[in-house]
């Protein structure tokens, strides 16, 4: 661990993209947190004081009760609402006690789920309108056009500032992003899920100019697991942190974020110590031998 953290800072997504905080605190879990509203503010607020002022939701998280719980706290101190960006998804339908009608988990992006999802998160996280609204999965029967023209609806009702995309493959990213402009595809990446580096996402996302967001970037905790067959890696990544003076897992952010397509990772914990050294990556720059080291450890073999 380093000395006192700098402020998390801001990044610009795409040229005509959102700014967001360099770390996104991610709200995924926050239901299983067992935290009063009271808790819950100030946890929001002690992400803000570290400069992480983005904060990542979707509409079925928590059986569609995280927005909610979010929101709870939110009413507490309103005034914070102008200090952050909300970023929510929407196009799944999970079976659910909250959603009864839902007789089958399927994808729905349709303009009327779109902006039925859109109003349901607007007043469950009590607030007038998103930072960045998210189509959660790509859709077998989505048609690209219809979801260009919601979007642009929901922007000019004022509703949804920007939009994206969340695990859509390159083609189906670029599709859409010739008829309204995304700001971001939001991916799972980790040293333990390497896809996005070698199926063109990333590459095709630094061509576009359009930074990536990153989910499960600590491979929803299996890289702190005892699993044999990562020893190897979770050995490497101690031995950089121990060169580098910083912490395990600030070691595996700072990997991620220093991709060329300028990845904007989010966190998952609702520890302010977790999304501290998240924040503390940012200052971190690895050699380019230490992230091979990295890369090399997480695919068992060396580059050809």
């Known amino acids: 661990m380093t000395n006192s953290t700098a402020p998390c800072p801001v990044v610009r997504t795409s040229d005509d993209g959102l700014a967001l905080s360099r770390i996104v605190a991610g709200m995924w879990r926050m239901g299983e947190w067992n935290m009063a509203p009271q808790q819950r503010l100030a946890f929001i607020e002690q992400c803000l004081e570290l400069g992480v002022s983005s904060f990542d939701h979707a509409d079925i998280y928590g059986g569609y009760g995280v927005e909610s719980l979010f929101g709870e706290a939110l009413a507490l101190q309103p005034s914070l609402r102008e200090r952050m960006q909300i970023v929510s998804k929407c196009g799944i339908k999970l079976r659910s006690p909250a959603r009864p009608a839902h007789t089958i988990q399927h994808y729905d992006t349709t303009a009327a789920h779109i902006v039925a999802s859109v109003d349901n998160s607007l007043k469950a996280l009590r607030t007038t309108h998103l930072d960045l609204l998210l189509i959660h999965r790509p859709d077998p029967l989505m048609e690209f056009d219809e979801i260009a023209e919601t979007f642009e609806a929901l922007r000019a009702a004022g509703k949804v500032r920007h939009f994206g995309v969340s695990n859509f493959t390159r083609h189906q990213f670029e599709c859409l992003h010739r008829r309204v402009p995304l700001a971001t595809n939001q991916v799972e990446f980790s040293p333990l899920h390497l896809a996005p580096m070698f199926d063109e996402t990333f590459d095709g996302l630094q ?28 050995a490497k990544i101690r031995q950089v942190a121990a060169e580098t003076g910083y912490s395990f897992s600030s070691v595996v952010f700072a990997w991620i974020m220093q991709l060329p397509s300028k990845p904007v990772p989010l966190t998952g914990s609702g520890r302010i110590e977790a999304i501290r050294e998240a ?25 050809a």
């Open 207 to 234: 061509d576009q100019g359009v930074a990536p967001m990153i989910w499960s970037p600590l491979a929803g905790g299996r890289l702190f697991g005892d699993d044999a067959a990562t020893a190897p890696l979770r």
């Open 279 to 303: 924040v503390e990556a940012t200052q971190v720059t690895l050699t380019r031998q230490q992230w091979f080291e990295i890369l090399r450890a997480a695919r068992g073999h060396e580059v």
